[in-house]
Nanobody, 122 residues
C-alpha cells in the first residue's frame, strides 16, 4: 500500500515556473514507477511524465517535452515535477501516481494522490 500526497500547485503567470512534489508513504517507494498526470475541466485525465524505479529513465508527453522535468529522490520517498515556461493550456489538476511497470496509461497505475491545482494565467 502506498499513500501519495501532492503539493506545490498554485497560480502562476504564463512563462512562469512551478515545482510540484509528491511525498509517498511506505518503505517500497523505490519499487514503483512514478507518474504525473493532469486533468482539466471537461477533459480526460492525461499522461504528463513518468520516471523509472531508479530514476534512470524518464518519459514525457509531447506537449510538455522540453519544458517539464520529472525526478525522484528515493531516500526521501519523493517525486518532483519541475514545470517551466508554463502556458495557460497547462492549467489542470495534477496528480501523481504509482505503478508496477512503466506505462503512460492511467488505469495501469495502482495508487493516486488527491491532486493539486495548477492555474496558469495569460
Amino acid at each position: 500500500q502506498v499513500q501519495l500526497v501532492e503539493s506545490g500547485g498554485g497560480l502562476v503567470q504564463a512563462g512562469g515556473s512551478l515545482r510540484l512534489s509528491c511525498a509517498a508513504s511506505g518503505r517500497t517507494f523505490s519499487s514503483y514507477v512514478m507518474g504525473w498526470f493532469r486533468q482539466a475541466p471537461g477533459k480526460e485525465r492525461e499522461f504528463v511524465a513518468a520516471i523509472s524505479w531508479s530514476g534512470g529513465s524518464t518519459y514525457y508527453a509531447d506537449s510538455v517535452k522540453g519544458r517539464f522535468t520529472i525526478s525522484r529522490v528515493n531516500a526521501k520517498n519523493t517525486v518532483y515535477l519541475q514545470m517551466n515556461s508554463l502556458k495557460p493550456e497547462d492549467t489542470a489538476v495534477y496528480y501523481c501516481a504509482a505503478a508496477d511497470d512503466v506505462t503512460t496509461t492511467p488505469y495501469e497505475y495502482d495508487y493516486w494522490g488527491q491532486g493539486t491545482q495548477v492555474t496558469v494565467s495569460s
